[in-house]
């Protein structure tokens, strides 16, 4: 059973940046950022793979957010920069052995962090 464990959340002012960290406890391929805001779907945001570290993001996030992997650490990092309040909602790690079907589909992932609360004030 892999454990993940989210941080870095935290209340800004639009235009400033913040840094999420999910911690696996062991390897796992694939690591992925989810986000849900009330009242809407959760979506990928950003995905980070094992081995080649290869790093996808989503359209609505491209050029200010970036994912990154520390493979030591079994760690992930999403670098959020120039923040709107639309980046408001709860941000989730989630992680699968695979890497099959789409990255930014929730049913394709078995192991899910708590989340952290990112909060983007106008």
């Known amino acids: 059973q892999v454990q993940l464990v989210e941080s870095g959340g935290s209340s800004v002012e639009a235009g400033g940046s913040l840094t999420l960290s999910c911690e696996a406890s062991q390897y796992i391929y694939r690591m992925t950022w989810f986000r849900q805001a009330p009242g809407k779907e959760r979506e990928g945001v950003a995905t980070?793979?094992?081995?080649?570290?290869?790093?996808y993001v989503r359209h609505f996030v491209k050029g200010r957010f970036t994912g990154s992997r520390d493979g030591v650490k079994n760690t992930v990092y999403l670098q959020m920069n120039s923040l709107k309040p639309d980046d408001t909602a709860k941000y989730y790690c989630?992680?699968?052995?695979?890497?099959?079907?789409?990255?930014?589909?929730?049913?394709?992932?078995?192991?899910w962090g708590r989340g952290t609360q990112v909060t983007v004030s106008s």
């Open positions: 989630a992680a699968s052995y695979g890497y099959g079907g789409s990255w930014h589909d929730a049913v394709n992932y078995n192991y």
């Open positions: 980070i793979y094992g081995r080649n570290d290869a790093t």
